[in-house]
């Protein structure tokens, strides 16, 4: 299973970006999708997860109503949607798979990473 980003860059407070994450193998519609992000120094977290047909959804709660997660099972893909940004949200973002079909919100619930996509937001 391999797994790509893609969409990061350079934004200022208040823009948007999307992310995508696409995923090679043909069972990604059978296992929940998450993205976690990781700042300079920092622990990488959780950010949303959502399941393996995309009718459940869950967001770190820092960042609800912000941030969108959803999928599109036929292009074995999974987006993230990040409206009003803040410096805060300055990261690498990770898209990964879990083990299993539900949402997951631990990282040692996920089996297979991406590589990180570089967002930065400037004040």
């Known amino acids: 299973v391999q797994l790509v980003e893609s969409g990061g860059g350079l934004v200022q407070t208040g823009g948007s970006l999307r992310l995508s994450c696409a995923a090679s193998?043909?069972?990604?519609?059978?296992?929940?999708m998450g993205w976690f992000r990781q700042a300079t120094g920092r622990e990488r977290e959780f950010v949303a997860t959502?399941?393996?047909?995309?009718?459940?959804?869950y967001y770190a709660d820092s960042l609800k109503g912000r941030f969108t997660i959803s999928r599109d099972n036929a292009k074995n893909t999974v987006y993230l949607q990040m409206n009003n940004l803040e410096p805060e949200d300055t990261a690498v973002y990770y898209c990964?798979?879990?083990?299993?079909?539900?949402?997951?919100?631990?990282?040692?619930?996920?089996?297979?990473w991406g590589q990180g996509t570089q967002v930065t937001v400037s004040s």
């Open positions: 959502i399941n393996w047909n995309g009718d459940n959804t």
């Open positions: 193998g043909r069972t990604f519609s059978s296992y929940a």
């Open positions: 990964a798979r879990a083990g299993l079909g539900e949402v997951r919100f631990s990282r040692d619930e996920y089996a297979y």
